[in-house]
């Protein structure tokens, strides 16, 4: 098995490879200086199409990643993007000098081949080469193709080598893409416009999240990165557009989890004219047309649980099922400390530090969310949790705001938007007096969003939905790293080979 750490005993693999670089150079053949390779055919495409190609002629290009000897001749797996093809050499249809050159060739290689399809006497389909370049030489090997890159940790280090070994890993990011891509359709279907936000911010908001925090050196003022798009994308409804949508990266200074990394990609969307309702319909619409898409059905595998997106999806009352499972209603909890005293009491163990809202969200967070396996709509959040969310009008300490729940953890989370900018002002104002108390996750005071909503914002729908946690679901991934192409990572401790 090839050593990631490079080494294997007094045995230098490395070293021996840098040897063949020099042999190669010194035959005058420089592996890196190929610019360009014009590439006729996708291994796929030849073998979909042996029938059309037997005989034809064919460059095709990729990773070499098995050679088979047989004397003076030898066959070569070469793997490109679309998968293996078969190449078969011969000394003597190479000539000398091109054989001598083969020889210094290693796994990992990335090679150029010339040749006709053929199919071979155990009905291999394949190319026989009549020529072939050397692209660029690996000077390190890859993991063995049989045991894999089984290390989590250099996995993500090192994804590089994760997608060349690992099939079901490159199917896990070519899923991840068509996902997008379906979503972005999906929506431009609707009558959708998708619009780029800023990413660097003099003010993070549009959620409860700690943010990260740079420095602009022209403007000496300090930046933050977004923790969430809403509310650049409701500064465009305020402008005139109807149907908004972003899909991007947004940042929040929080823990590493399987379902938390302090980078990931939303898609949030915003609709005037509509309320939460609507964005309920849309879910119920767009999830299962994804599903059909990606898995041919509306049912899946996601670690061990059978899940069906078939609409409509339950409703959950976050309020009822809370009081269901602690006889206490969110409204009796008046005071951090009687909140502190409720959560000792159901044997959940919440930071000192916590405020009101937090802990009571611990509770909801332990007692209702595990529950919710099936695709169910947990509605009807308290305001002082839902900053940005409109009232419930026969209820007005409630909001017209929901999640969507998979697997017992959050995938969605939506509202019929607030535009009453006395309303958003005050709320603001409790917000801000929550930071200055010490709660940096509490929502900043944005007055330039509040002059905004004092143009008047349509009654607006809205929706955040987790890209990766979708993901997540779609490849029955167990950890957010698996579906993150560069996940975030601790640093290596000092000493420590990285490959």
Sequence with gaps: MGNPNGTTGGYDPREVRLEKLRRLRAMGVDPYRPTTYPVTHKSATIHAEFERLEGQPVRVAGRVMAIRHHG??????????TGRIQCHLRADGLGARAWQVFELVDLGDILGISGTVFRTRRGEVSVEADGFEILSKSLRELPDKWHGLRDVDLRYRQRYLDLLVNPEVRETFAVRSRTIRFIREFLDRR???????????????????????????????????????????????VGGFEKVFEIGRVFRNEGISTRHNPEFTMLELYQAYVDYEAMMRLIEEMLPALLLEIKGSLVIEYQGQRLDFTPPYRRVDLEERLYEKTGVRWQEVETTADAHRLAARLGITVDRGFYHAQVMDKIVS??????????TFLWHHPVQISPLAKRDPEHPHLSERFELFVAGRELANAFSELNDPLDQRQRFVEQQNQRLAGNEEAHPF????????EHAMPPTGGLGLGIDRLVMLLTDSPSIRDVILFPTLRPLPAGRPEA
Aim: charged residues 25%.
């Design 72 to 81: 003076q001749a030898a066959f070569v797996d070469l793997f490109d993007e």
């Design 191 to 237: 009558g959708f416009m998708e619009v780029e936000t800023p990413v660097l911010l003099p003010l993070a908001g549009g959620t409860e999240a700690r943010p990260f925090r740079t420095h602009h050196n022209a403007l000496d003022m300090e930046l933050f990165l977004r923790v969430a798009l809403e509310l650049h994308l409701k500064r465009l409804i």
């Design 366 to 375: 332990v007692l209702i969310e595990p529950e919710l396996v099936q695709p």
């Design 446 to 453: 944005d007055e330039d969003f509040l002059v905004a909503l």
